[in-house]
DNA sequence: TTGTTTTTTGTACGACGTATAATAATAATC
DNA sequence: GATTATTATTATACGTCGTACAAAAAACAA
């Protein structure tokens, strides 16, 4: 094991199989819906036992978080050139939210159960966790900002980055459990709030 | 059922029930801590049976928050009284964000399932739900600034408060994720982000 | 090939939370 | 005060989650 390029090879064959997994139980989820597929299932459909499952997705809302992560790496690219041509700071992170909110608003069945476990995993803390797409996009747009001078810089860009994303998930927990609200028009608000703050303007 | 002194009995034994429930499992949990008791456990120390103890609090943390919840109570009026000597608005929430730092520090073995429970529940988007202390006590502070103008009103003094409340579920949740974190100075650095944002001052 | 390490398997287990039918307790009606 | 209707409680069975672990299989190194 001490091969490079064989502990390439394995690296390779566990991230395929971490995506046939994810396939075949988004594939049940389309079917049955997210609630109703159990882990066995999954397992099930994938031929493989319980405990492999288990072992690379702990949890039942970490096959949602493989697939959106996934998903988001493929338009990222193109998505972080168009972004590219807007000032960076506020006006891009506010474009990438609208995107963002078109895409939600597509996943809403399946984004419930994986927004209360992003709330409730606290993983996004532990400094040696690989960061997921999300965190690592809200990072870069902040830290861009901030080098731009249009964040404040007496506070890391780290701790803007969490004060962001729990106000963005806060946010699409209250659009899924209220009806008839904008996606669109709570993030531009959500994005007003984090910036300014809810201080009244002197 | 029509006359009301009779359901006002009735309701004042349901609650004197709950608070057994949620005695007798404190105790419990302080005997052998949050995790290692089990439902069972708790129905069968307040001798009933486990479908009448998850009646009344369908997942465990509810008796968490049951306990805080009275406790805060308790306390609150005094608390008060104090707070209404500071400027209404920010000197007050940061009053009062200091002394509850003091005691979630008491708590922080309890604080960790609570904080998850509290941010992966949707129940406090439900219009119809009956907010708890904490929701109450932010929602009022939130609405004295702004009727002080201190704060913003072009948005609703309830989105304020869930903004806040957001944050500082999250700034809970990094203070119980890493280690030598003083929650006080956290805290104060939260109202700081939420009052002035994360724009540069210009 | 042989020996070693890592992965997978099968299965058992404990706890959570749900559901339900039978039973007890409480309120309302006569 | 006895009777009926409502509501709360009980006991128990159930499905699922997620964990644990020993046996088997596969991948690797020699």
Redesign the pocket.
């Known amino acids: ?3 490079p390029t ?1 502990a390439n ?2 690296e390779r064959k ?1 991230l395929q ?1 971490l995506d046939h997994l994810a396939d075949t139980a988004w594939a049940l989820f389309e079917a049955q819906g997210f609630e109703a ?4 299932a999954v397992a099930a459909a994938a ?6 499952l ?3 997705f ?4 970490a096959l949602l978080r493989h697939r959106f992560h996934r998903e988001l790496g493929a338009v990222w690219p193109a998505l972080r050139d168009e972004l590219a041509a807007l000032a960076p700071g506020r006006a891009r992170l506010a474009r990438f939210l609208a995107m963002q909110a078109r895409w939600c608003e597509q996943q809403r069945s399946y984004l419930l159960p994986y927004v209360r476990y992003r709330l409730s995993s606290a993983e996004r803390f532990d400094a040696r966790s690989e960061r997921s797409g999300m965190d690592r996009i809200f990072a870069g747009l902040i830290a861009e900002g901030q080098a731009a001078g249009e964040f404040r810089s007496d506070v890391s860009a780290a701790l803007l980055a969490t004060h962001l994303q729990f106000a963005h998930l806060a946010t699409l927990l209250r659009w899924l459990s209220e009806d008839g609200l904008s996606l669109a028009d709570e993030m531009a608000r959500m994005l007003d709030l984090v910036c300014n703050g809810i201080g009244a303007r002197p």
Chains 1, 2 share one sequence.
């Open positions: 094991m001490s091969d064989q090879r394995r566990r199989q597929v159990t882990m066995e031929d493989v036992a319980k405990g492999t288990y072992k690379h702990p949890v039942k809302e």
